[in-house]
């Protein structure tokens, strides 16, 4: 496989737990309890880790001394991958939950194929990250549950934003051209053949959650190609203040 | 009880400090002494929680991943100091949210240092290397202490603090070993956090109440003096080190003493800040209760389900 | 009145409307005349106000001083513009507030171009260029349009429309003699507005409705597909001075028709963002509710201020 | 007068129009009412037009090829002189008009003094900016009327956001050592003495919307020095983005 479009592909995967990591981590020191503050906090550190993982092979493969925080900080808002899901703001906990909710369930189905991609690598990462991942399921879970199936204001805010964030869940499925050719390379996962067991199983806990399925016909997209919503540009401008601001330095 | 029977439990109690016993939550303890540690042991765990918030407004714009994954964990430490210190604060018969409520109201205190800002990445590594330096020369001693619970979160604390302070020193290394925009933003978060971190020993001795009391209960070992002289003779030798100034101009070693000398605290800034008039208190306390109040849905949602589903257990066991 | 009457009347209204002379608010005009009227013009200043959100989104990142102030001052000018045109609805009796329960409800429509996000610098650029042209092209014949408020409120649009789709196109200019960076920056934004500006003319002659009536009444001069026309015409040689490429591999000049060709538009997507599911549908109009909602308390304050000092003058002078 | 403490002058002033502007800014189009969006727009530009103005200045004495746009995006943070009023978040729509009257009255005091500067271009910047800044006050001096005896929410909330925002007042009339050299010299405003003049103004005003005057001992104070709070981090990380992720272009 061209090294340029395995690094692509290693985008689409790796973007995904630096934005949501990001975000994650504007929560630490704001969170409903203490208990779940440091559950969400656990969640990035995780997240964060596995994108170092990605980005430092990144960095091996694109050589010319490039490191993973140049890969991090240093591109324009158009060359990161990551879905737009991850990307939405921490409107609320219910936001906060839901949004992890409806990433883990794809993210897990997806490092199940991937820990056996030929990329030694790759699949190493995702072997780790099976375990760190089945657990951000199971805790986003339940607490969609609890959130659903708790109170008239807890179920209400949850629906709300499972319809919200529903829109955003069809992207997940959608192979790019990096991914295409990672697939045929016996490297990537073929990540439309998930799709259906992803909405089975989402379902499933949403109805025990007592929520409603929503029924969308229409759905957004464009993380993939680079082209994020609103939200990005904002994220980025934090995340990147350090680097931008003093170029060429250690930290 | 007698007042009689009541002076001899005291008595046994203070013995059994005396022997370096620790007192344990079922153990018979004088309510003086149960009071004083609620207030001590919340003070601190409440210094935690805040203590979240300076360093918390730099995760976001952390400049290396690293680095970011490091502060993330360091903040969420935090986050365990502050559980376990409830935890044992709770041990002497409170409650978690009547704890709260001292803090959101205001009738509880945490350090002071926490109301000042964090306006570089250098303050970063100036709260580790001063901020949690001086935490843990107040702290050690504390792993003595005599009250089981407490005694034991400390030695847990002081662990993590003292990786958390060498971290902290290695974030100003790294920057004094950088460009000279690197040293001078150290040098500048020197300058800003030195005072502050003075003050976190508290008032002089000739103005400090309780000690005594302290001293006896060993929630105390060393007066404010000198546990602040220990800070400044520790801390001075490695800016040498790190090739940065301490904005002291009295600073000067005392080779007769054996210590360094200082010059004199502002301590009109220290009861301004203490009296919640520092540069962040009303931002630092509105945080915590923004937080506790928009988080009051989640926690009733997952109240209500876990009585739904104790229910749904009962019924299948019915 | 009885139907002969009305009849009567509706002659008149018709042979003034052909005369080209204006119909004033107080003048008697037929029912359907006003509704469509206070549609359009409503949905209109609907489209300015909901239009000033995706190039806000880049005032406070705009990358000098003089785009700043220019991006400000042409977001002002849409709010003003929003201004003239609920007025000139109103005039047809109507208030503002029903006019902004309309679109908070969701029942009446903007443009829909305004559901896309502005992504880059360059977006700015790009909507000044395209969709102010665009926009143009629309609304060049209605500053003759029969209705008098409206179209003068159309004249002064025209004249500031005309003024920000140049300061669209230098901002495009200025990319496109950029860095390789600046210029990829300009071409990817033409790649991303152009298709949504080709669907501001709407769906194509032979599905749209209501044409006809809007011919006579001058609300519209021209069919969908004629404008359409007219916008490629104009912006194909622009982009070719800008040295970027229109994303269409169809477009290209007829020499016999005078005129170019051009491609398919997705009228799936046209359909999508109409129904309310485009790119940023949700955040806009949540953006536009927040803002009347968060702002209730300050029009109360205003209204009961006022109330008090009408109050007060009228004491006095009792 | 030394160049280097004539711009140090200058950014004492310069910075607080830019800081300013930069946050109505923010607000331009989730204003309250059409009106109010636009006014709040026309007080930003007219900043944005004086801040223009004042780093047009720096930028000639300067020299070195330098801009009014280096000088507006590319200090750090340190090095901005704004005070900590300016910088306050668009917290809800009292504090935005308070913020604004607070700053106002100081602004049209300091501009009229400044008109009488020796130094030929900040008198004429002053001359033609007090026609801007009079209406400024008018417009926020009327708007605290308004909500001072509005209604009974419109009165709490004008009221907690005097009470907050009172603290960072005294910080306006701090005389900096570039201001002491600039007000020896006959070019700056000695500050400190429009001090009680403005508190009788502005308390004057408060009473006429009915509100009470804060009692506050404490003051905040740092911005003239560059150590601002923690709001000014985030606000730079947007007003600086275009320039430091794309340095040295044209725009």
Redesign the interface.
Same mark, same amino acid.
């Not at chain 2, 995760?59 to 994954?69: D, G, H």
């Given at each position: 496989m061209e090294k340029k479009n395995l690094v692509q592909y290693i985008y689409g995967i790796a973007d995904n737990a630096l934005i949501l990591g990001q975000r994650l981590s504007e929560l630490c020191g704001h969170g409903p309890s203490l208990e779940t503050d440091i559950a969400l906090t656990n969640i990035s550190l995780d997240l964060l880790g596995q994108t170092r993982s990605y980005y430092q092979y990144v960095a091996l493969l694109e050589g010319e001394g490039k490191t993973e925080d140049d890969i991090a900080f240093l591109r324009t808002e158009r060359q990161y991958k990551s879905v737009l899901l991850v990307e939405q703001p921490n409107t609320d906990f219910a936001y906060v939950i839901t949004r992890q909710f409806l990433f883990d369930a794809f993210h897990l189905a997806l490092l199940e194929k991937l820990q056996h991609s030929k990329d030694d690598t790759l699949n190493a990462i995702a072997r780790k990250a099976i375990k760190e991942v089945s657990y951000h399921l199971r805790f986003s879970g339940d607490w969609v549950k609890r959130l659903g199936d708790g109170t008239d204001i807890s179920k209400q805010k949850v629906q709300e934003a499972v319809n919200m964030l529903w829109t955003y869940t069809d992207e997940l499925f959608h192979l790019t051209e990096a991914d295409s050719e990672a697939v045929a390379e016996g490297i990537g996962v073929d990540v439309s053949q998930l799709k259906e067991d992803y909405y089975g199983k989402v379902k499933e806990l949403l109805e025990e959650a007592t929520l409603e399925i929503p029924e969308s016909k229409y759905f957004q997209k464009g993380g993939k190609q680079g082209i994020h919503t609103e939200h990005m540009g904002y994220l980025l401008a934090d995340l990147q203040y350090m680097q931008r601001a003093y170029p060429n330095m250690k930290w | 009880m007698s007042e009689a029977q009541i002076r001899n439990l005291e008595e046994i109690f203070e013995q059994r400090i005396a022997r370096d016993e620790k007192i344990e939550p079922k153990d018979w303890m004088p309510e003086k002494y149960r009071q004083t540690h609620i207030r001590q042991i919340s003070q601190h765990a409440h210094s935690e929680?805040v203590g979240?918030?300076?360093e918390?407004?730099w995760?976001?714009?952390?400049?290396?991943? +690293? +680095?970011?994954?490091a502060l993330?964990?360091k903040?969420?430490d935090e $986050?365990?100091h502050?559980?376990y210190l409830?935890s044992a604060c709770e041990t002497l018969g409170i409650s978690r949210n009547e704890l709260y409520d001292q803090l959101h109201s205001g009738k509880a205190k945490y350090s002071s240092i926490f109301n000042y800002?964090?306006?570089?990445?250098a303050d970063i590594g100036a709260i580790g290397w001063l901020v949690d330096g001086a935490a843990i020369i107040n702290q050690v001693p504390l792993c003595n202490t005599s009250y089981g619970p407490y005694a034991r979160a400390m030695i847990r604390v002081c662990k993590e603090e003292s990786f958390h302070q060498r971290q902290g020193y290695e974030?100003m290394m790294?920057?004094c070993k950088?460009?000279p925009?690197?040293k001078e933003m150290a040098q500048?978060a020197l300058n800003?956090w030195w005072w502050p971190s003075m003050m976190m020993f508290g008032p002089t001795d000739d103005m400090s109440t309780h000690t005594e009391q302290s001293m006896k209960w060993k929630l105390k070992r060393k007066t404010n003096d000198e546990l602040r002289q220990q800070f400044v003779d520790q801390t001075a030798p490695q800016a040498d080190l790190l090739g940065i100034t301490i904005p002291d101009p009295e600073l000067e070693w005392n080779e007769e003493k054996g210590h360094y000398d200082f010059g004199e605290i502002d301590w009109d800034e220290f009861w301004?800040v203490v009296?919640g008039?520092g540069?962040?208190n009303?931002?630092r306390l509105s945080?915590r209760v923004?937080?506790?109040e928009?988080?009051?849905?989640? +926690?009733?949602? $997952?109240? $209500?389900?876990?009585k739904?589903q104790q229910d749904k257990k009962l019924q299948n066991v019915g």
């Open positions: - | 929680i979240m918030l300076p918390g407004n995760i976001s714009r952390a400049p290396s991943l +690293r +680095r970011k994954v993330l964990a903040v969420q $986050a365990g502050g559980l409830y800002p964090t306006i570089t990445w974030i790294t920057l950088g460009t925009e690197q500048d800003r301004q009296k008039h540069p962040c009303k931002e945080a923004n937080a506790w928009e988080g009051e849905w989640v +926690r009733d949602a $997952a109240m $209500a389900y876990a739904k």
